[in-house]
């Protein structure tokens, strides 16, 4: 097994699946979309959505309704999406993994519990949002911990960009880690709208990033490194992404030292003055006007792909129109249970075409149009490239992708 580099540094090509508990098998699959529609009580599509094949859905809570999408290009994907009731409005979380799923599929199962634990605590002010990023960032430590101490060192690597942004009548607040984005749809006092991006990518290749680092390690140019061979910076040589929960193997000695001596020297080397990986979010706080109309929330999947303007574009009409107040209503066939008791489905052919012409739901309108604008699949088709096992030669072509389009007017206005 090996990491390709797409946010870490150079490849683990020494590191074998055995090393790693992680068994390189490829298996083989129909390749066919999934949608779902539920509501915000059962969550049961979102819940189950796995990116490995695209899925796509709505759930509702508070007068709003909430668009999801995704679709997995890893053989597992590493991206996961949170919507939840809390604190009197929806939260909802994109949470992007590298060096594996696991942190983020950590951060997917307890953040409805950590949410209300955060709010409880912190009712009535914005701490509540930063606790949740500290609740996760304990945990998924906690967990890391237990599962190193079981011989499984590669949980000291794997970790997870987080967005999550609570949504009340009349108040938006953002916080985020890593390389997720989050973009408001506004309009102008004459009709026009734009697209205002709220989060910074938190990577080594932005100056300020670099900077901050550098100033936190002083006598350690080290900590931040260009890589020639990809063209990048890197934390240590090794991660781009500067701010996310987990990558523990950068921010604390016991789980760097947990890692085998053939593994150090490709993910940073011995630490000197950890963490170099922060946890501390960025914060938005915005008051909610009616010309405030969507909240794009995506990992980095969707903007390697698209621009702001572009993802705009893509569900001006929707807006415009006010066609977001329905839902996706595909149906899935179940099948009977596999024989490892998993449930399996079967999409309705025309599933595809509803994919490419839906109108209903602004996440999948953007899912279709990222699938479609990479080269490979303009050259062959979208088909083409959603029939590849996912894995090392699909990942080369699109990255994991997941979205929610967050409506903050009701429809009709």
């Known amino acids: 097994l090996w990491y390709r580099r797409v946010r870490m540094g150079v490849p683990l090509r020494h590191v074998t699946g055995a090393a790693t508990g992680v068994t390189a098998i490829a298996v083989a699959t129909a390749w066919s979309p999934r949608a779902h529609t539920a509501p915000m009580t059962s969550s049961r599509g979102l819940a189950d959505a796995t990116g490995r094949v695209p899925e796509w859905g709505s759930e509702h809570a508070h007068a709003m309704r909430a668009d999801w999408a995704c679709v997995g290009a890893n053989k597992a994907s590493e991206d996961r999406l949170v919507v939840a009731e809390g604190g009197g409005g929806i939260v909802c979380a994109v949470f992007d993994g590298h060096y594996g799923p696991r942190a983020a599929e950590f951060c997917k199962q307890h953040a409805e519990s950590y949410f209300a634990k955060a709010f409880k605590a912190a009712r009535g002010t914005t701490v509540y949002l930063e606790k949740i990023f500290d609740l996760l960032e304990g945990g998924w430590s906690e967990y890391a911990r237990v599962l190193v101490r079981r011989g499984d060192w590669s949980a000291s690597l794997e970790g997870a960009c987080s967005l999550i942004a609570h949504v009340t009548p009349g108040r938006l607040l953002v916080g985020n880690l890593g390389d997720c984005r989050a973009v408001l749809i506004q309009e102008d006092d004459d009709g026009n709208l734009r697209a205002v991006q709220l989060t910074a990518e938190h990577n080594a290749s932005r100056l300020p990033e670099r900077t901050r680092i550098l100033h936190e390690h002083p006598g350690e140019p080290e900590a931040v490194q260009y890589v020639a061979k990809s063209g990048s910076w890197y934390v240590q040589g090794t991660l781009q992404v500067t701010r996310a929960i987990g990558d523990l193997f950068l921010k ?3 789980f760097s030292n947990s890692l085998p001596d053939h593994v150090k020297p490709y993910v940073g080397g011995k630490l000197k003055t950890p963490p170099y990986v922060s946890v501390t979010p960025q914060m938005v706080d915005i008051s909610l006007t009616k010309y405030d109309k969507a909240l794009v929330m995506a990992s980095d999947g969707l903007w ?5 303007d572009e993802c705009l574009a893509v569900i001006e009409g929707l807006i415009r129109t006010k066609g977001h107040g329905h839902g996706s209503s595909s149906n899935l066939e ?6 490892d008791g ?11 075409a509803q994919l490419e012409e839906e109108n209903n739901n602004a996440a ?10 990479n080269p490979v699949s303009s050259k062959y088709g979208v088909e083409y490239v959603l029939g590849m096992e996912p894995g090392s030669a699909r990942r080369q072509i699109h990255d994991d992708t997941s979205i929610l389009v967050i409506w903050l007017q009701p429809p009709g206005t």
């Open 252 to 254: 604390d000695h016991w």
């Open 304 to 308: 390697d792909e698209l621009s702001n």
């Open 334 to 339: 179940p099948l009977p249970a596999d024989p």
């Open 342 to 352: 998993k449930a399996t489905w079967r999409a309705r052919p025309e599933l595809l």
């Open 364 to 373: 999948a309108k953007l899912l279709w149009v990222a699938l479609s604008s």
